[in-house]
T-cell receptor
Framework: NAGVMQNPRHLVRRRGQEARLRCSPM?????VYWYRQLPEEGLKFMVY????????ESGMPKERFSAEFPKEGPSILRIQQVVRGDSAAYFC???????????????FGQGTRLTVV | GQQLNQSPQSMFIQEGEDVSMNCTSS?????WLWYKQDPGEGPVLLIA?????ELTSNGRLTAQFGITRKDSFLNISASIPSDVGIYFC???????????FGAGTILRVKS
């Protein structure tokens, strides 16, 4: 039973390019969360999605960032026209249901380390 | 915005010693979680707490959900070298699934 799979693990982009980060949730999980972690800081919530729906995007920057979780395929976090300040580790987590409790907490992937040069 | 104050920021202890770290908040949380993150990896859930006053153990780890619902602590007994890493607390409000994370406690263990 594979865990949450994120790819690529490392991504280097030049300023102005686009970055696309992929997240395949655990089998049977239909809820996906994206978090960003700056060096030596905790994770910061970005967006919560269910299949084909954005449930909570209160942590997403208003410009250049978008996320989707289509009916088929992985969830995608897309950053357009990247800037140096976008350099961070981006983590995806998935859970089987939208409510929480024992055995329903989200599992995290290994993250994508984005470096903007 | 919601913030969790986690302390200490880092600790360097002798193998075999007990470790204690805590998180406090000015806001009430209805769930407290403790995670460990190894270098280059994602956070791994250690303990989840769902009721005020709850005390839960996982092997050598023990965590408590504060009565005021504004704090939590994590204890590690008899530390071993593989305990090194960054420990994060995280809280969740009653409505919504997003987690608020502390800044982490870096644990280093001397063998």
């Amino acid at each position: 039973n594979a865990g949450v799979m994120q790819n690529p693990r490392h991504l280097v982009r030049r300023r102005g390019q686009e970055a696309r980060l992929r997240c395949s949730p655990m089998k049977g999980h239909s809820h996906v969360y994206w978090y960003r972690q700056l060096p030596e800081e905790g994770l910061k919530f970005m967006v919560y999605l269910q299949k084909e729906n954005i449930i909570d995007e209160s942590g997403m920057p208003k410009e250049r960032f978008s996320a989707e979780f289509p009916k088929e395929g992985p969830s995608i976090l897309r950053i357009q026209q990247v800037v140096r300040g976008d350099s961070a580790a981006y983590f995806c987590a998935s859970s089987p249901v939208g409510y929480y409790g024992t055995n329903t907490e989200a599992f995290f992937g290994q993250g994508t380390r984005l470096t903007v040069v | 915005g919601q913030q969790l104050n986690q302390s200490p920021q880092s600790m360097f202890i002798q193998e075999g010693e007990d470790v204690s770290m805590n998180c406090t908040s000015s806001s009430i949380f209805n769930t407290w979680l403790w995670y460990k993150q190894d270098p280059g990896e994602g956070p791994v859930l250690l303990i989840a707490l769902y009721k005020a006053g709850e005390l839960t153990s996982n092997g050598r780890l023990t965590a408590q959900f504060g009565i005021t619902r504004k704090d939590s602590f994590l204890n590690i007994s008899a530390s071993i070298p593989s305990d090194v890493g960054i420990y994060f607390c995280a809280g969740r409000r009653e409505y919504g699934n997003k987690l608020v994370f502390g800044a982490g406690t870096i644990l280093r263990v001397k063998s």
